[in-house]
């Protein structure tokens, strides 16, 4: 504990932390890295420090009390020379940068294959390939075989019926309709 007294922290420095975490019985050491932008409360029994740090894009801070016996190391990485006992502008600066570097962005959509991926891509694309010629091979197929028989119906047509059978077909269903009006009107004098 005293030399953490010692250690003398302050705002700017990069540190890192070994915190003790307990989970279902047993004790792992979990280090933070990050930059200190407030220490509070000095060299008392109350004193505190603030690192933050920034994973995975995302800026988490921690509160770490300096006496805290779950701390098992702290180590100074790196001492930054600043102007101001609290950094909480930085909060306000990486957030202007990370907006910053959104405007330039563009999306890309690039990525590697393996020589599987590659292959099975390749392989995939020889057999639509084939199904695509298959296809238009089946369709001018069938599209010749409907004007063949259309061709055919249209010859046939020709050959059996003459000109004149269609009048002779109109004049006797004519007479059939001419017949059964009268063939009514006798039935019904009959009754």
């Known amino acids: 504990m005293e030399d953490r007294k010692d250690l003398g922290i302050r705002s700017g420095d990069t540190v890192r932390v070994h915190q003790k975490i307990q989970e279902k019985g047993k004790t792992r050491i979990q280090v933070f890295e990050g930059l200190v932008i407030a220490r509070k409360h000095g060299s008392e029994a109350g004193g505190t420090f603030t690192v933050r740090a920034t994973m995975s894009g995302v800026g988490v801070e921690k509160v770490f009390p300096l006496y805290s016996p779950l701390i098992d190391k702290i180590e100074i ?82 050959d059996v019926k003459p000109e004149d059978a269609p009048d002779e077909i109109v004049e006797e269903k004519e007479e059939v309709t001419e017949e059964s009006p009268a063939e009514e009107s006798e039935e019904t004098k009959e009754a």
């Open 77 to 158: 990485v790196r001492r930054s020379k600043v102007r101001r006992a609290k950094l909480y502008y930085i909060r306000d600066k990486v957030s202007r940068e990370i907006r910053r570097q959104l405007r330039n962005m563009k999306l890309v959509a690039l990525a590697t294959q393996s020589e599987k991926e590659q292959a099975e891509k390749a392989e995939r694309l020889v057999k639509e390939a084939e199904e695509k010629a298959v296809k238009e091979v089946e369709m001018k197929a069938q599209a010749e075989a409907v004007e063949k028989t259309a061709q055919e119906k249209a010859t046939t047509e020709a």
